[in-house]
């Protein structure tokens, strides 16, 4: 068995319980608005864009209908920007009523009908980020009660207008809040993101005893620097982040952009093949309305799915960084299977990049490999045996590898088992 391996296995059983509400036992998958549509509040000249309920309505239809939905991304999550700017008589938060006259309920019911669950924003703070109402100390539990009466499936709670005592206090106040309602909510802190540091100053046994996921670091952007740069962080941090993953406990390097204008074909292959890697929820924030077929292809890639959502949750790490540009990275997988991705920032040309699995401290045997993107099993490799593979500026080449006698175990994904039924193959 690999060291790593086995050191990962550790960490995994001596890690602490996650938040006890059930949920998120894989990463959550779905879509989230934030990145894609912001603070757009101007129905009257956007109305197609504009945070209101038929955006949030167009795009349920979407997941349900063009294929998402099955594939497991199943949340439409609203951000900010959704808010009355003043609470009701009883101190509640409320809904602008000209963006949302069906209000909350409604459009959860209208979600729930199509299989989905619905996520909504609150901000821990005298304001949201946006400048919509805050949820103050005191509004804790009012807040959780009515999110529990509207039938809400997951919170994302952010962090802007409130102070490092001030979140100590609330992040777990409202994960209380929200198991006394008796509805099981999805909880999403915002709170890592605000505390920084480096090496972060954040107690990440506690955040997996109170939240599902949580944001660690920078709001994602529309461009490949944005991405970059959430990587580096993960990678720089990932002694620190690994261990604190597992089902129902997630770091969330924020939302998928593949779809939108910043990436390319290859830097949205890279996204979605680190993003699985790493064990990260996949909110998509694009127009699924008008969503190309690339991004799409890349976005329902099924094994890039599959790895993500492996049961054991454990989330992968970079192994190597070479001095010419490509980076290893590695996630172990059930069925004693585990995925690579080989990274490249190089930027002049396709790298043919030569190693072996051996050199990256698989165990003695005989491997049978499944190329994600190319969609297609590879020969079968011995550990010794040394390939090339041709990874092209800031693209990926990314593996799902298993010991050849453990294909046959019925547990394995139907989606490999299919492919690998290919005479080609076998
Ligand atoms: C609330 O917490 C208890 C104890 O941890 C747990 O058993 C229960 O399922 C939780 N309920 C909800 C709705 O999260
Ligand atoms: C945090 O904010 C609260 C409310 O404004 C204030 O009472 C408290 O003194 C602040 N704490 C610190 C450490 O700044
Ligand atoms: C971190 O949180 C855990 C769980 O609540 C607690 O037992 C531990 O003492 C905390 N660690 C530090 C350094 O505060
Ligand atoms: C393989 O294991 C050796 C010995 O523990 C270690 O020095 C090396 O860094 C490992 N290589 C990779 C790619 O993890």
Sequence with gaps: ??????????????????????????????????????????????????????????????????????????????????????????GRLQPDPKRFPGGISKLARYVHDRGLKLGIYG??????????????????????????????????????YSNASEQEQGYPLMSKALNATGRPIGYSCSWP???????????????????NLWRNYDDIEDSWASVLGIVDWFTKNQDILQPAAGPGRWNDPDMLVIGNFGLSMDQSRSQMALWAIMAAPLFMSNDLRTLNSGARAILQNKAAISINQDVLGIQGRRLLKESNGIEVFWRPLSNKASALVFFSRRTDMPYRYQTSLQALNYTAGTYKVYDVFMEKPMPMLKDSTPFVVSINPSGVVMWYVAPSAEWKNEAMSSHFNEKLKSPKFL
Excluded: H
């Design 1 to 90: 068995m690999l060291q790593v391996l086995v050191g990962l296995w550790l960490v995994f059983f001596t890690a602490t319980q996650a938040l006890d509400n059930g949920l998120m036992r894989t990463p959550p998958m779905g879509w989230l608005a934030w990145e894609r549509f912001r603070c757009d509040i101007d129905c009257e000249d956007d109305p197609q864009n504009c945070i209101s309920e038929v955006l949030f309505r167009d795009m349920a239809d979407r997941l349900a209908e063009d294929g998402w939905r099955e594939l497991g991304y199943v949340y439409i999550n609203i951000d900010d920007c959704w808010a009355s700017k003043e609470r009701d008589e009883q």
């Design 193 to 211: 993101a605000y505390q920084g540091g480096l090496p972060p100053k954040v107690n990440y046994t506690l955040l997996g005893e109170i939240c």
């Design 123 to 160: 901000d821990l703070g005298t304001y949201t980020c946006g400048g919509y109402p805050g949820t103050t100390l005191d509004k804790i539990e009012i807040d959780a009660q009515t999110f529990a009466e509207w039938e809400v499936d997951m919170l994302k709670l952010d962090g802007c």
